[in-house]
């Protein structure tokens, strides 16, 4: 199982641009970011430690894809991609040099990036953003069956929308570049394995509308996680749906 999200990425190059940076988001939803104070805020993250806001980012588009291929399941647009924006910036209470580091974390330093998701909901609920999008920086390292963290409980008890960013990070953490323990593995592995996780891991409609989203070419995907066009040679898939619960 290698689905670790979000955990201490590098500020290593990444992609053709060499800057650790991913190509722009859809020329649409730039401006519906512009239009959101999120954007300071991921702002603010690249600052503190670029690596993670190019993550951000990725996550971001991959959600906005996946909305594209079922968006009454993925629910308002809007939310998704503030909470997609946003869901690591309790990054911001991790330092930096921890966040960089090429050596394995000891105890405390490991509970510091553990301790990003309800620091990140804190901030944005001093901030004034939607509960959704705090609950999605909050539960985004939970596990359907439960057992994932800050809280431990079943994913199915928590905010739909949470649920879905936990699908995207996951994916996006194994794929991209800049990790400091592991290489990136292909898009087809990484499916596979969110595939293998569906049910214990992962809402199985969210990781069936990924299968089913990069099924289908994606220029602003594929250039942001550098595919190729062997990658989009996938299977299509079934996308579920069904009404949004939580
Ligand atoms: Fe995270």
Redesign the pocket.
């Known amino acids: 199982m290698n689905v670790t999200?979000?955990?201490a990425a590098t500020s290593q190059p990444a992609f053709g641009s060499g800057h650790g940076w991913p190509s722009p988001l859809p020329r649409g939803t730039w401006i519906a970011a512009c239009a959101s104070p999120g954007l300071a805020w991921l702002g603010r993250l690249r600052h503190h430690h670029e690596a993670s806001a190019a993550h951000a980012i990725r996550v971001t588009q991959v959600l906005m894809a996946m909305w594209a291929c079922a968006p009454e399941t993925l629910g308002d647009r809007e939310a998704l991609l503030v909470a997609a924006l946003l869901?690591?910036i309790?990054?911001l209470a991790v330092p930096a040099s921890i966040l960089a580091s090429d050596k394995r974390l000891d105890a405390a330093e490991a509970a510091l990036v553990r301790r990003?998701?309800e620091a990140?909901a804190e901030l944005l609920r001093g901030q004034g953003f939607a509960p959704e999008v705090v609950a999605a920086?909050r539960h985004?390292?939970e596990r359907w069956q439960g057992g994932g963290y800050p809280t431990g409980l079943p994913a199915a008890r928590l905010p739909s929308l949470a649920r879905a960013v936990a699908v995207a990070?996951a994916f996006v953490a194994m794929v991209e570049p800049g990790r400091a323990y592991r290489q990136p593995i292909t898009v087809a592995s990484a499916l596979a394995e969110i595939d293998a996780c569906s049910g214990t891991h992962f809402d199985p409609r969210f990781a069936a509308i990924l299968a089913a989203c990069l099924a289908r070419p994606s220029p602003a995907i594929g250039a942001a996680l550098a595919l190729d066009g062997d990658e989009w040679a996938m299977p299509p898939r079934t996308i579920p749906q069904g009404p949004q619960d939580a």
Do not use: N
Request: charged share 30%; glycine share 22%; no cysteine.
């Open positions: 999200s979000g955990e869901h690591d309790g990054k990003h998701p990140g920086a985004h390292h990070d």
